[in-house]
C-alpha cells in the first residue's frame, strides 16, 4: 500500500517525540492550489492513533511556517490572522509528515498531537458529534 | 479516547462490507453549517485502515443522500453537479460512520472503499505527494 497507509505504518511504530522537528519541503509545495481566498484546508491526523483530530485553513504563509517550525499554524477565518496551534492552549500539534492530494487542493498532515487534544472543547478530536450511523446510539459527550 | 478513535477501535474489528447499509441521521444533521455557496467539506477516511482516502464537497442534499443511501454522494464544484462515488469507476465508498466536528463546518466519513481505491490517478489514496518531510525521499509513484 502506497501514500499514507504507509506513512501511518512507519509513524506507529515512532516514539512520539514532543519538540519541532523543522520539515525540508518538497518541489510538491509549488503545486498547492490555494482558493479565491488564498487558502487551503488542512486535515490534520494523528500519527499514532490515526484518528483525524480536525480540518483547518492555512495560507501559503502559513503552510511555509507550518513545515519550517514543524508545528501546525492556521488562518482564522473568522478573526482573519494566523493561529499557531497551542499558543494559548498548550495544545500543540508536531507535523511528522505532510502530503498533498491528486489535485494539489488540500493537505493532510500527519502529528503528534501535545496536551489534551486538538478541540477546544476538550475533546481529543473535533470530530465528537454522530452525524449518522451505527454509532448514533453511543454518547458524544 | 473518544470519538472517531474509538470508532476505528470499532471499525478495525468488523469485517468489511461492500454493500449499501442505509444509516440514521441524528439531529446533529441540523447543526451542519454550510458555507456561502452551500457546500461543506466531507473527510473521507477508511474503516479498516484508518487511511485519509480523499476530502470531497457535499451541498445538504447530497448529505443528506450519502447517508440514506449509505454511499458517498458529492458535488462537484468543477463541473456543478452530483458525482456519485464509483457509478462510473466502480471505486464505490459505503459508510460506517458520519461525524461532525465542533463548528459543524466539516464532515467525517468512516467507509469501506470498493475497487481498487479512492483516487482517479490510481492511487489507494488521494494523497499520495509528500509535502515535506521524514517522507521526502521516498519514491511517491
Not at 52 to 65: D, F, K, N, Q
Not at 81 to 93: A, I, V
Not at 107 to 134: E, I, K, M, N, Y
Amino acid at each position: 500500500m502506497r501514500g499514507v497507509g504507509a506513512a501511518l505504518g512507519r509513524a506507529r511504530t515512532m516514539t512520539a517525540m514532543s519538540e519541532p522537528t523543522p520539515l525540508a519541503a518538497t518541489g510538491v509545495l509549488d503545486a498547492v492550489r490555494f482558493d479565491g481566498e488564498g487558502l487551503v484546508p488542512a486535515v490534520v491526523q494523528e500519527a499514532a492513533t490515526g484518528q483525524v483530530l480536525m480540518v483547518a485553513w492555512m495560507t501559503e504563509a502559513t503552510l511555509r511556517r507550518s513545515l519550517a517550525e514543524g508545528r501546525t499554524v492556521f488562518w482564522s477565518r473568522s478573526r482573519q490572522e494566523e493561529w499557531r496551534k497551542g499558543d494559548t492552549s498548550g495544545d500543540r500539534q508536531w507535523i511528522r509528515e505532510a502530503w498533498l492530494d491528486c489535485d494539489g487542493d488540500t493537505v493532510l498532515l500527519v502529528v503528534d498531537q501535545d496536551g489534551r487534544g486538538a478541540c477546544h472543547t476538550g475533546s481529543h478530536s473535533c470530530f465528537s458529534r454522530v452525524l449518522a450511523g451505527p454509532a448514533a446510539s453511543a454518547p458524544t459527550s
